[in-house]
T-cell receptor
Framework: DAGVTQSPTHLIKTRGQQVTLRCSPK?????VSWYQQALGQGPQFIFQ???????QRGNFPDRFSGHQFPNYSSELNVNALLLGDSALYLC?????????????FGSGTQLSVL | GQQLNQSPQSMFIQEGEDVSMNCTSS?????WLWYKQDPGEGPVLLIA?????ELTSNGRLTAQFGITRKDSFLNISASIPSDVGIYFC??????????FGPGTRLSVLP
């Protein structure tokens, strides 16, 4: 039973570039949430995708966008990268699109913006 | 926005000691989740709580859903070196999916 998988594990970009991160949910899950975790802090909610639509969104600018595919996998895109976007990006999967469902996290993508 | 507070921020204990930490919210929650995160890894779900007053165990870990529904507690008995890590609480907040606390960093001394 595969858990949540994310790729790549590490990424280095420069300011102004664009980045795409990928996530495959845990088997049997259909909902994907993305979180940003800065060093020394708890994860911060970016957005949630269910039925290929963005269902909820945290306090992040439009530079952060996403997509969910018919197989429930998801992408996170960040445009015009800033130094402050350097963080661990976590994908979490759950079932049914609800807000009380347990979240299962992947190992994350460590993004460094130089 | 919604914030969760965790106490203590960090703790150093001797191997074999029991550990207690808590999480408080300014809002009422109907679910509490507790996670552990190792360096460079994603958070791993330890315990989920769904009812005020609920007490749930997972091996040496025990968590309780506070009666006021604004707090939760996590206890670890007979700590071992692999308990080292950061422990996060999380609760659902309208429009924000799950909100996470800042974490309690646990260090275990041999």
């Amino acid at each position: 039973d595969a858990g949540v998988t994310q790729s790549p594990t590490h990424l280095i970009k420069t300011r102004g570039q664009q980045v795409t991160l990928r996530c495959s949910p845990k088997s049997g899950h259909d909902t994907v949430s993305w979180y940003q975790q800065a060093l020394g802090q708890g994860p911060q909610f970016i957005f949630q995708y269910y039925e290929e639509e963005e269902r909820q969104r945290g306090n992040f600018p439009d530079r952060f966008s996403g997509h969910q595919f018919p197989n429930y996998s998801s992408e996170l895109n960040v445009n015009a990268l800033l130094l402050g976007d350097s963080a661990l990006y976590l994908c979490a999967s759950s079932r049914g699109g609800g807000t009380n469902e347990k979240l299962f996290f992947g190992s994350g993508t460590q993004l460094s913006v130089l | 926005g919604q914030q969760l507070n965790q106490s203590p921020q960090s703790m150093f204990i001797q191997e074999g000691e029991d550990v207690s930490m808590n999480c408080t919210s300014s809002s009422i929650f109907n679910t509490w989740l507790w996670y552990k995160q190792d360096p460079g890894e994603g958070p791993v779900l330890l315990i989920a709580l769904y009812k005020a007053g609920e007490l749930t165990s997972n091996g040496r870990l025990t968590a309780q859903f506070g009666i006021t529904r604004k707090d939760s507690f996590l206890n670890i008995s007979a700590s071992i070196p692999s308990d080292v890590g950061i422990y996060f609480c999380a609760g659902p907040f309208y429009g924000q999916n799950f909100v996470f606390g800042p974490g309690t960093r646990l260090s275990v001394l041999p």
